[in-house]
């Protein structure tokens, strides 16, 4: 399945995509705004998280956004969690090429994932988890329609501090 913008597409994920998966998984920069644990991990982990989580998942989509000028693989948005009785899900998007960052790629992908969830899938609520520091992003949801639905006080100890973890959603009706 492929979903296209002005400029990035949406490529389903695949077994081909693990070890570009696994460097950006690894890579601090792009997950220490995304990614709560921090670990690193080796490629046999990346291999069978992907085979078995991302790839194995009746509950999840997981798609690899390509530039399209260049046609460069430079982050993954997905869908997790999918409750299609009560029409629900989570969303999740990382950049993984830092010199995609901050140039409006990631609002174009989250845009072309929300499309199929709402459009397609016909769901009735999305919803994401947003460290408290990651302002940009915080920015970007509000922009899209997503709206702060609660805060999980200090769930995050990154840098020496305590962080909240801001819960949003973003329901079918609100979505343009």
């Not at 997905?78 to 140039?103: M, P, V």
Request: proline letters at 1%.
């Amino acid at each position: 399945m492929l979903f296209n913008s002005k400029r990035v597409s949406l490529r389903k994920m695949s077994i081909d995509d693990i070890e570009l998966y696994h460097s950006w998984r690894n890579n601090m920069e792009v997950m220490i705004s995304t990614n709560p644990s921090l670990d690193v991990y080796s490629l046999e982990e990346t291999k069978s998280f992907v085979e078995n989580v991302i790839l194995g998942s009746s509950s999840s989509k997981s798609y690899i956004i390509h530039h399209k000028r260049s046609e460069k693989a430079i982050g993954i948005t997905s869908l997790i969690n999918i409750d299609l009785k009560n029409r629900n899900a989570e969303c999740i998007i990382d950049i993984g090429d830092k010199e995609y960052w901050g140039h409006g790629y990631g609002k174009e992908a989250l845009k072309l994932l929300l499309d199929y969830a709402f459009l397609e899938l016909n769901l009735h609520r999305v919803s994401l988890r947003v460290f408290s520091f990651n302002e940009k992003a915080i920015s970007l949801y509000q922009k899209i329609g997503f709206q702060q639905e609660g805060v999980s006080r200090q769930a995050l100890f990154r840098n020496g501090q305590w962080h909240d973890i801001v819960h949003m959603g973003l329901l079918q009706s609100e979505y343009n």
